[in-house]
């Protein structure tokens, strides 16, 4: 076995269903030795379920995969690509190091040691020092960067990473991309997703765009521009825009915030904010990784320690965050509780004295009816509510940790990424949702990496770069969601440029 696909890797038709869903339909795409191709693509586009059929963790409903011409098999195939994926899959119980040699023969009875290679691979992705830790008790950011040294370090001919530089800081990722090139230029087959257009631009030749589970176009040359690739991810994009008149709901100018932020600062990472959000309004912030927007979501449901004035519903502080505020997190499992069923997770927050007080038999009567109601009006698709939330959609898993968080009774709504992994029709029922509790009089903050989701669920949105607030784009304004695209990537790129724009 040659170290080398000569010829790569080629996918042709292939179509991926789960149920109803359709993740890829007759796909073609060629993978090449010796280049670093990148892959764009929204939410849902089937960009995961791409990297799962190259690796042969999942079989194509049809279609056929080819490695240097021969018919993909799997007793060579599945040692040949090594994969970090999007959600880590990890063992928590062992150690990072253990984790990154898991899968290696060893010989006899001898466990792998850990060599040379393999010390450096994880010293220079900031987790040397961690090495014996059981991974159960390291950060989202170690188990990801434990993942990626897996890969790196395995000889494998194929290396796939999705969205790897997420958890990443911007010395780590240069050394990742570093690595990345280095696989490349020893012949091997390299693919970058990423939501990063800045990224995909600076080390792809060649980056191709996936939309509704198919390579719709492939951007190489001078057509391979952050405003090229803005532009193609949202381009005959069916979607309805966020309006004030399908909620019924109208915006008071004079009206007081919600919420308000003045010299709100996370030192390093963001500083000086000022942002506001409305009764009845659903404000975005938009940026990369590393950009202070994820961080700044989170800061205000309390989980930054920062400095600066925030106030919700005329209380200050702290106190104002455990009262009004209620977080979605962008990973399901840090919401949902996977061994419970849809209604125990539909419950679950919920602190409500007069179930609390009453007897067993009525208790139990009532979290019934609750559940169920909750059911129905967040639009939950499930059997019953003592099914297991695992086997729900990621949209219906979704949909009950929104609910979850609504049960709070909440004046703001924190939401990271609120249809990350969610398929297109639950996506804008996840929308309706979000309108129909900020038309109640709340607001709603979210960060987003994509300007559709903006598009169809925001009305306002600051591009966050470097820590700095965009002025507000408002997408009344915008007929097209091309143009707002081309608008935010102008944003993000002048922000990049050093022009500070002052926040409003
Ligand atoms: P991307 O990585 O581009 O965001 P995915 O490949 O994760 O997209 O998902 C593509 C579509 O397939 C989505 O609609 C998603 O909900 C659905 N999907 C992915 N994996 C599964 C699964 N295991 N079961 C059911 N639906 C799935
Ligand atoms: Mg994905």
Redesign the pocket.
Known sequence: MTDVLEKGISLRGVTKT??S?V?LAQLDLDLRPGEVLGVA??????????VRMIAGEERPTLGTLTFDGRPWSPSVEWQAVAVVH?EPQLFPNLTVAENVMVGREASGTRRPKLGAADAAVMEALGIGDLRNRALEDCSLATQQRTEIARAVARAARVFLF?EPNSALTAKESDELFREIHQLADSGRIVVL?THRLEDLVEQCKRVAV?RD?RVRTILEGEALTEEGLARQLVVDATVTVATDTASGATRDPNAPPVFATRGWTLPGVFSDITLHGAPNEIVALMGVEGSGARELLRSLAGLEGCGGALTINGVAGTEAIDRFTAYVPATRQFSLYSNYTVGENLLVRLGRPEIAGAAFALRKRQMKTLAEDAVKRFMVKTGSITQPIRSL???NQQKVAIAQALNCSPKLLLLEEPT?????HSKSEIYRLLETFAAEGNSVVMFCTEVLEIYEAAHRVHVVSEGRLSPPLAIADYDHVEQLATDITRLEGEQRGGAVAAAE
């Open positions: 789960y149920g869903t993740a693509g929204p939410n849902g586009a089937g960009k995961s379920t791409l999007q999705d997703i996936v589970g959609s990621g949209g990350r992994g969610v398929d297109i």
